[in-house]
């Protein structure tokens, strides 16, 4: 961050907030550069990889310089060294401009401002192709607009594309306008697009609390699936009252929005999180299995001393319920999550097979 300063004969604090900025901020006198260096938490990467292990897709959203939320990204394997990064921005004329570049840290990408080049407009008015440059062992590479063109069709086109996509968030909103408006970009819709920029989607820059919201909100209707957020700041408050589970690393505002609240102001917590809600969804399907187990068991005793003109005694009735259901439901809920988080979602509905054969078969059993 560059500090300069600027002297004024005459300064009336009353007329100074009537001054536009671009009145004062010329002809200044410099002062140096103020470096501000924030390093990763110790807890971040085991934190990052924990939530890969166990089937999470990690998505950075944040205020940040696209440059330094790569950085941040690649350091704690969000990106990774193998994969290529199609970065995406705005620039003055509300274009979205695309640029290729290589997360191996071999490579140092040039750093230069889309706002501060002139650009070859291809024909499509919505898309721009920006030649890049990388330095690597003293050699200099260009990435042509060609190149570049050829990775955004290998993005749109192929399954298993190794691309992943980094926007900013003038960016993003562009893109929804376009989706909304029914736009082409080159022969591909808007909508296309954005699903394409979300499946590959894993850095969200300069994004304002509005379009931290909006980003939760689209992944939300096009994955369909549960969409967690974890922030620690004012700007997050929209994102996690839109996400379907809230996690605050602060005691701040967020914790008023967020459902749950970290007293660890690291994302160590999203991992003992995702555990124990794992868990608990596990505990209550395993309870409505016993349960169901439970029922059949004394509907089918019932019946087969019905059937002997009988039925079971007060007394005996009690004993079932002391030695067979009060023990194992304690048992169950004394049952300890695990340690780590593994790969084995649970399931959405109790109408899934797996249950439902669980259930059905304890009858046949009990049937039979």
């Known amino acids: 961050m560059a500090l300069a300063f600027k002297k004024f004969p005459q300064f009336d604090p009353e007329k100074a907030e009537m001054l536009k900025r671009e009145d004062i901020e010329h002809d200044l006198i410099f002062l140096g550069f103020l470096i501000l260096v924030n390093d990763l938490k110790p807890e971040t990467i085991p934190s990052i990889d924990a939530l890969k292990k ?94 570049i063109s050829d990775a955004f069709n290998d993005l749109m086109t192929s399954d298993d594309s190794r691309i992943n996509v980094t926007m900013e968030g003038t960016a993003f909103q562009h893109l929804l306008q376009l ?45 369909g699936e549960i969409v967690g957020m974890c922030g620690d700041g004012a700007n997050d408050c929209s994102a996690l009252k839109a996400a379907d589970v809230g996690l605050s690393l602060s005691e701040a505002e967020a914790s008023i929005v967020a459902p749950f609240t970290s007293k660890t102001p690291d994302i160590s917590s999203c991992v003992d999180l995702m555990i124990l809600g794992r868990a608990s969804l596990d505990l209550s399907y ?7 187990v439970y029922i059949q068991i004394q509907f ?69």
């Open 54 to 147: 166990g089937g999470v897709l990690s998505i950075m959203a944040t205020g940040d310089n696209a440059l330094t939320a790569i950085n941040n990204a690649q350091k704690c394997k969000i990106l990774t060294s193998s994969e290529y990064l199609l970065a995406s921005y705005c620039n003055k004329n509300s274009k979205i401009i695309w640029n290729l570049r290589s997360s191996n840290e071999e490579h140092a990408a040039s750093s230069r401002a889309a706002s501060e080049h002139d650009f070859d407009e291809e024909e499509n008015e919505n898309l721009l192709f920006e030649p890049d440059i990388f330095i690597s062992n003293k050699k200099v590479e260009l990435m042509n607009s060609q190149d």
């Open 286 to 292: 395993e309870l409505f299995k016993y349960l169901m």
């Open 300 to 368: 089918f005793s019932t019946l087969v001393l019905m059937l002997k003109t009988c039925n079971f005694a007060d007394e005996q009735l009690l004993a079932f319920d002391l030695l067979g259901v009060v023990p194992i439901t304690i048992l169950l809920c004394w049952t300890q999550a695990n340690n780590v988080l593994i790969d084995r979602k649970p399931v959405k509905s109790l109408f899934k097979s797996s249950i439902l054969y669980s259930i059905i078969g304890q009858g046949q059993i009990q049937f039979w």
């Open 179 to 223: 989706r909304d408006k029914n736009k082409y970009i080159q022969e591909y819709q808007a909508s296309e697009v954005l699903s394409k920029v979300l499946k590959h989607g894993r850095v969200f820059s300069r994004m304002s609390p509005k379009q931290k919201a909006l980003l939760v909100e689209e992944y939300q209707k096009a994955t």
